[in-house]
């Protein structure tokens, strides 16, 4: 995927089909993602231009605002993803079985018990059972200084908790834009429920790449790329060190097969 990372303040400006930032030229057909944070001047006009050139938008600043194209190409292939509600169950199974399967803490698990479940509830009180064990091995690893021992979101208790969400969050959108541009619907999941905007096969295919994000963060830490006093009382990353990092987060992007999960989910449609 072609993505433009833009985390100073500045105001982007189109000309003759390229985006201008600063000194910079980048022509559009060159930019399939474009992801803004800080204090970014970014008016209509530009918006409409971009998503004009099927460009999505993701803005940072203290939350996340997501802008994409909005496509009505491949009705054929979203009728497919309406109708296989009807195996939704199957699909969730699929989903949370290669979750597992791909921990990389290499917790072992009894999969007879979720292929016998018979309905979403049950899978995920399965999932839930997996996740409290999960979670306790995976956050041992940090310094104790570092973490109170548990999961906690919305908000985060802690600083490794925090760069999980931030971490979720980024892929989540990343996710999204692919999921649009394969002509799927976002908002029809099968092991997640939609509700308002949130897009519940974003976070569906976001289960299969928990574990890879969660080593992620575990290594920043543990290589000291990323320290406790890189954060605030509130646990959010300071401007400067979140500017740093999207050397790295471009890169660990860049590892993601989600094309090739993508492809695989449209084969079970």
């Given at each position: 995927m072609n993505r433009l990372i833009i985390d100073k303040k500045g105001r982007v400006?189109?000309?003759?089909?390229?985006?201008?930032?600063?000194?910079?030229?980048?022509?559009?057909?060159?930019?399939?993602?474009?992801?803004?944070?800080?204090?970014?001047?970014?008016?209509?006009?530009?918006i409409a231009k971009l998503t004009q050139h099927d460009i999505s938008i993701l803005i940072f600043n203290r939350g996340f605002s997501f802008i994409?194209?909005?496509?009505?190409?491949?009705?054929?292939?979203?009728?497919?993803?309406?109708?296989?509600?009807?195996?939704?169950?199957?699909?969730?199974?699929?989903?949370?079985?290669?979750k597992i399967k791909r921990n990389f803490l290499k917790i072992?698990?009894?999969?007879?018990?979720?292929?016998?479940?018979?309905?979403?509830?049950?899978?995920?009180?399965?999932?839930?059972?997996?996740?409290?064990?999960?979670?306790?091995?995976?956050?041992?690893?940090?310094?104790?200084?570092?973490?109170?021992?548990?999961?906690?979101?919305r908000p985060p208790e802690d600083v490794v908790n925090a760069l999980m969400s931030f971490f979720y969050t980024i892929v989540y959108y990343e996710i999204t834009n692919?999921?649009?541009?394969?002509?799927?619907?976002?908002?029809?999941?099968?092991?997640?429920?939609?509700?308002?905007?949130?897009?519940?096969?974003?976070?569906?295919?976001?289960?299969?790449?928990?574990?890879?994000?969660?080593?992620?963060v575990l290594e920043l830490f543990k290589e000291k790329k990323i320290k406790k006093r890189d954060f605030n009382t509130q646990y959010r990353l300071r401007d400067e060190k979140r500017k740093e990092l999207w050397k790295e987060i471009k890169e660990f992007l860049e590892t993601l097969k989600i094309q090739k999960e993508i492809s695989t989910l449209k084969g079970l449609l």
């Amino acid at each position: 995927m072609n993505r433009l990372i833009i985390d100073k303040k500045g105001r982007v400006e189109i000309q003759n089909s390229q985006l201008v930032f600063e000194d910079k030229k980048i022509p559009l057909r060159k930019i399939d993602f474009l992801i803004l944070a800080g204090n970014i001047e970014l008016n209509t006009k530009i918006i409409a231009k971009l998503t004009q050139h099927d460009i999505s938008i993701l803005i940072f600043n203290r939350g996340f605002s997501f802008i994409y194209p909005f496509s009505s190409k491949n009705a054929e292939l979203r009728k497919k993803q309406f109708f296989a509600l009807n195996k939704r169950i199957e699909i969730a199974k699929w989903i949370i079985k290669e979750k597992i399967k791909r921990n990389f803490l290499k917790i072992e698990f009894d999969f007879k018990r979720l292929d016998k479940a018979k309905d979403i509830d049950e899978v995920l009180g399965i999932e839930g059972a997996f996740a409290r064990e999960y979670f306790k091995r995976y956050f041992s690893l940090f310094d104790k200084n570092l973490t109170k021992g548990y999961r906690s979101k919305r908000p985060p208790e802690d600083v490794v908790n925090a760069l999980m969400s931030f971490f979720y969050t980024i892929v989540y959108y990343e996710i999204t834009n692919i999921i649009i541009k394969n002509g799927l619907d976002a908002q029809i999941g099968y092991l997640h429920e939609p509700f308002r905007n949130h897009n519940a096969l974003s976070s569906d295919i976001l289960e299969l790449f928990r574990s890879e994000i969660d080593k992620f963060v575990l290594e920043l830490f543990k290589e000291k790329k990323i320290k406790k006093r890189d954060f605030n009382t509130q646990y959010r990353l300071r401007d400067e060190k979140r500017k740093e990092l999207w050397k790295e987060i471009k890169e660990f992007l860049e590892t993601l097969k989600i094309q090739k999960e993508i492809s695989t989910l449209k084969g079970l449609l």
